[in-house]
Every structure is written in structure tokens, then in C-alpha cells.
């Protein structure tokens, strides 16, 4: 087993606490949903258990295009449709997803990798705004795990580069969740009113 | 000269037509009425145009499916196996569920999906009915197939059974099939889809097989005590295979573009059919209520109801010779032909409205 199943394993172990945490939004653990599919499939890949390695370039490529501004558009608007039901959550990922697919298809491999920046400077210029540490830490350590990642870094023959990209990120999203909790505005009345909307 | 190329599509043509004929005259065998002129011409005006446009569509769809398959397919596929197609045609099914179910509930795709609905009547030409613009959103959820590594071959063969076997379920001719109900797609059930009854109101969205519908909670047998009236519950009132297609469009972005919020801007588009602004009981174009007014058959003159049924003979030849010769054709003179297509449906629209308006005031 190398170090990238084990980081790998990191993740999942943190995106399935996401997931399985009732008190974070909807949005956020859909977004940690997908990430946690990819790592997973990271796991089975380079433990050599069972490589299915373009299932699992097509979840990071979902997650970079699709999860991320997911997870930034649920801390952004917490009490949003995205953040607060599975249907508006599962809209945004499939369209999303599609505009991925699309730009993957189009050979624009800048896309996914554009979308998350994006979406992870929206985070971090949000948390210090808010002048909140915990997210401002969660936000620059998705950060770090971006660029570090892209620029290739690595302390071999310990860690690779994807290994910092699955720390950093496990790191981030789990302290981005836990601060989810502390958003007091995503009241009941919140949720009840995009579910009300639905219903309508 | 372009060198004529046959595709099923182009044998599948005149061959739908020959069914919808059969069914015309065994309905009048039987003594009953499932056809009226103007909306089985209609329908397949419509069906003729999106196949116009699909064609262009469909290649979108297929390059798309062949790219991802070939960039993340995962597993290899023994062509020769029973399984492989057997599974094909089941996720296949369970894709298409999804797809008519967004298509259903979620407003922005219903734009595109209504104009199969739009018809009162139900019958063979029906499934003919078929949106022009619902291709930009479809081929998304046909994706895990392709990253599943399901070959295009498979994929395109497959698609083409499961919206073969769809088109013998648009009929009044036959009853319940008994045992089958219990987990195909049947004519019965399918009606029940088509219907504007509140019971039938987002059910039965399976392509062959119904238990997709059981298993998700959508399944709706037919009532013998209350007979499915076909449609939308605000009738489309048109012939114009044109406006057909973009007549709840229009009203989506008036509705949104009415709506102060961004909020509700975006619910016009990504919210169901039925949602209306809080606090605003008229909002636009809604599913929930039921105008009471049917479509009416207009009192059109005979010789204008035959300029339209000569229009879609024509235009059914000149598909044909489109779809046998496109391939050979640069992608600018497709789309002229297309645009062309769209014109001449729209004009037949026209010409049927104006006279049905007269005919009216007189």
C-alpha cells in the first residue's frame, strides 16, 4: 500500500464524517459526496485493490468542476435551495457536472481546475470578511492543498503530490463543516421555507 | 450530387408513419375514434421538425458519449455476451427514468418536454410528438454508461430499442395486459402518464420497464372508474409545431423575467412546474391547474387540412433525404436545411391557425 491510497483513506474517512453529520447542510455533503466517490475509488486504485483509474479521474474531475462550487455555494448562501435541499443541490451538480464534461470533452483541462480556485478564494475572501478563523483556516488549507497540487510539490519519498492535495483537503473540508455548525442562521424556519418552495 | 446513406432512422420514418395508418384504420374497424386529423398531422409535423433538428442533436449527444467513454471508460465489454446487452438495457431504462422524471419536474426541462404532452388525443402519432430542443440536457444522464464503458454501438442500439419500444405504448386500442403490468411499460400505465387527471399528474415515467416506478414511488395504475383525459392542464391550443415547442419557454422567461428576487428568478427555471411566487396565485404557466377548456378540432377548410397533410408527406420525403445525405453535407447547409424545416412547419402553423380563427368567427 503507498501513500496515496493511505491519504486517500484520510479523505474518505473525513468526507463520510461530513456526510454522515445531519447538522451540515445538504449541499455540503453532497459536495462532500462526491469527493468522498473519488477518494474512495483513490483508495482502490492505488492500494491496487481494484484500479479503475478513469472512474476515478472522472470523480476528481467531477469534484474540482462540480463539488467545489458546490461546497462554496452552500457556504456562501447558507440558507439557499443549493445549500438546504437535495433537489437544488443535485440541480447544481448535474449542471455542473455537465459544463465539466463538456470542457473535458473539449479537451479545456483549465476548467475543473479554474472553477476550484475560484470557488476556494470565494471561501477564504468570505471567512475573513467574516473574520471567522476556523473557516478562514478550513478555506487556505483547500487552498494549499490546490496549488500545492498544481505546482507539483512533493518530500519524497514520503509524500507525493497528491498526497498533500488529499491531506490538505480533508483537512479543510473537515474544518469547513465543523464551522457549518456554527452558522446560527440556518434555522429550522430557513430550512422549512426552501422545503415550503418545493412543495408549493 | 451527395451519396445517399441509409440509417434505421430512415427506415424507422416510413415505417411509423405505416403504423400510425394501421392503427388509424383498425380504430375505425373497431368503431372508435382515437384520431382527429388536424392533431395527428400536428403531431407528426412535430415529430418530422425535431427530427430535423435532432439530427444535429443526436450528433452532440453521441460524440459527447464517445468521448467520455473513451477518456474514462472503466470496463471492457464483451459484445457477444447476452449480459452485456441485457445490462446495457437496464441501466439504460433506469437512466431514462431520471431523465423523464427531470424532464418532468423540474421546470426548465418540462419546457422541452411538454410539446410531447401537448397533444388531447392519444395514440400512435403521438409518440411522434417529439421536443426539438430536448437534447442540450438528455445526453448528461447517460454519462455513468459511458464511464462504465458501455460501447457507443451498444449505447446507440440500445437507446434505439428502448424509444422503439416506446412508441407501440401510445394507443387507446389496447386494454390491461395483466401480468405484464406489474413490471413493464404498457399501454395502459403509459396513459395514465399522458393524463391530465390529478392522479395522473407525474407518474409512470418508466420507458420499458415500470418497476422503476414501483421502486421510487411514481407508479399509478388506470382507474376504471375515471377516464384518463390526455393532455396538459392548460391546453397548448395550437397547430404551430413551432410555437409547440416554445410556447412554455416564452412563458417561463415572462415569469421570471416578472419576478423582483434573484430567488425566484431562478425557481422559474430550477423549480417545479407548479411553483409560484409567494404571495402570487397567477404566476404563469401552471400544472396544477386544470382550465376545464379541451383543444378544440378546428373547422378548417378542406383544401387548407390538405395543403397541411401535403406538407408533411413532402417534408417526411425530404427528411429522409436529409438524414440519408447530411453526413456528406458541411454543417452549414445542415443547418439552413434545418432552419428551412422549422420555417416551412411554422408556416403551415400559421396557415392552419388563421383559417381555424376564421372559421371560428364564422
Known sequence: MNSLALSDGVLLIATLAIIMKPSASIGIRLSAAVFAAAAFLGVLRFSTLLPLPGMHSFFSGLGASAAYPLLAAAFLWPDSGVAQSWRFASIFLIIAGAFGLVASALEFSLWGNLLAIVAVVALLLRSMKNRDVKATMGSSSLLAALLLFSSQFSLPPVLQPGDFLHLFMALGLTLMATRSLRFPQQTAAAVQSVNQASLD | ????????????????????????????????????????????????????????????????????????????????????????????????????????????????????????????????????????????????????????????????????????????????????????????????????????????????????????????????????????????????????????????????????????????????????????????????VLTGEEAQEPDSPALIRLSGLLMTVISAGLLVLYLGSKQQLPAFVQIFIASFAVLAFASVGLLWAKTSRRGAAS
Not at chain 2, 234 to 251: C, E, I, K, Q
Open chain 2, 1 to 288: 450530387m451527395p451519396e445517399f446513406v441509409f440509417s434505421p432512422t430512415i427506415i424507422l420514418i416510413p415505417l411509423l408513419i405505416c403504423f400510425v395508418v394501421i392503427e388509424l384504420g383498425v380504430s375505425r374497424l373497431l368503431g372508435r375514434s382515437v384520431y382527429t386529423f388536424q392533431d395527428s398531422i400536428t403531431s407528426i409535423n412535430i415529430g418530422i421538425m425535431s427530427q430535423f433538428v435532432n439530427a444535429t442533436g443526436a450528433v452532440i449527444s453521441a460524440f459527447m458519449y464517445a468521448i467520455i467513454h473513451a477518456k474514462y471508460g472503466t470496463f471492457t465489454w464483451d459484445l457477444t455476451s447476452p449480459f452485456t446487452w441485457i445490462f446495457a438495457l437496464l441501466l439504460y431504462d433506469f437512466m431514462y427514468y431520471w431523465v423523464h422524471r427531470t424532464g418532468h419536474e423540474v421546470n426548465m426541462f418540462w419546457a422541452s418536454h411538454i410539446t410531447h404532452h401537448s397533444s388531447e388525443q392519444f395514440n400512435l402519432s403521438t409518440a411522434l410528438r417529439q421536443a426539438s430542443t430536448g437534447f442540450y440536457f438528455k445526453w448528461v444522464f447517460y454519462m455513468p454508461l459511458a464511464i462504465l464503458g458501455i460501447p457507443v454501438q451498444v449505447f446507440v442500439i440500445i437507446g434505439l430499442i428502448d424509444l422503439l419500444y416506446q412508441v407501440w405504448v401510445h394507443t387507446r386500442l389496447v386494454g390491461r395486459l395483466g401480468w405484464l403490468e406489474l413490471f413493464l411499460v404498457t399501454p395502459s400505465n403509459h396513459r395514465v402518464h399522458h393524463g391530465k387527471n390529478d392522479y395522473c399528474i407525474d407518474k409512470n415515467y418508466g420507458g420499458v420497464f415500470s418497476v422503476w416506478d414501483r421502486l421510487f414511488g411514481t407508479y399509478a395504475d388506470e382507474r376504471v372508474d375515471e377516464p384518463v383525459r390526455f393532455g396538459i392542464k392548460t391546453p397548448l391550443n395550437s397547430w404551430n409545431p413551432v410555437w409547440s415547442n416554445l410556447h412554455y419557454w416564452v412563458g417561463m422567461f415572462r415569469k421570471a423575467g416578472a419576478q423582483s428576487n434573484w430567488r425566484d428568478k431562478l425557481m422559474c427555471f430550477f423549480g417545479e412546474p407548479v411553483w409560484v411566487p409567494e404571495g402570487n396565485s397567477a404566476g404563469g404557466i401552471k400544472k396544477s
